[in-house]
């Protein structure tokens, strides 16, 4: 089993910087892929990025390519989301995931709780 606690959400005006970081927990976290999604309301829940278990592959969604860069620290089991230049679209909740395979489908094996992202124009 592997628990995941997301931090660092808030509000922030346009333009505007967050880091959103994942605390994970339990199994030898450090040999799974971990992925950032994000639930806007009324919206499907999208992939934002991911990354694999020894850092060396990173992907990206289109609309946040450039802008979001996600990374990890195996020594402290974190997995974190800088985000730049935010725009009101990227407000969302936004959920950290872990999975043995390093993917950018949303069939993940552990899921955290999620923070809330609010981007005001």
């Known amino acids: 089993q592997v628990h995941l606690v997301e931090s660092g959400g808030g509000l922030v005006q346009a333009g505007g910087s967050l880091r959103l970081s994942c605390a994970a927990s339990g199994r030898t976290v450090s040999s799974y892929a971990m992925g950032w999604f994000r639930e806007a309301p009324g919206k499907k829940r999208e992939f934002v990025a991911a990354v694999s278990w020894n850092a060396y592959n990173t992907v990206y969604a289109d609309s946040v390519k450039g802008r979001f860069t996600i990374s990890r620290d195996n020594a402290k089991n974190t997995v974190y989301l800088q985000m730049n230049s935010l725009k009101p679209e990227d407000t969302a909740v936004y959920y950290c995931?872990?999975?043995?395979?390093?993917?950018?489908?949303?069939?993940?094996?552990?899921w955290g709780q999620g923070t809330q992202v609010t981007v005001s124009s």
């Open positions: 995931a872990a999975n043995i395979r390093f993917t950018r489908s949303g069939s993940y094996d552990y």
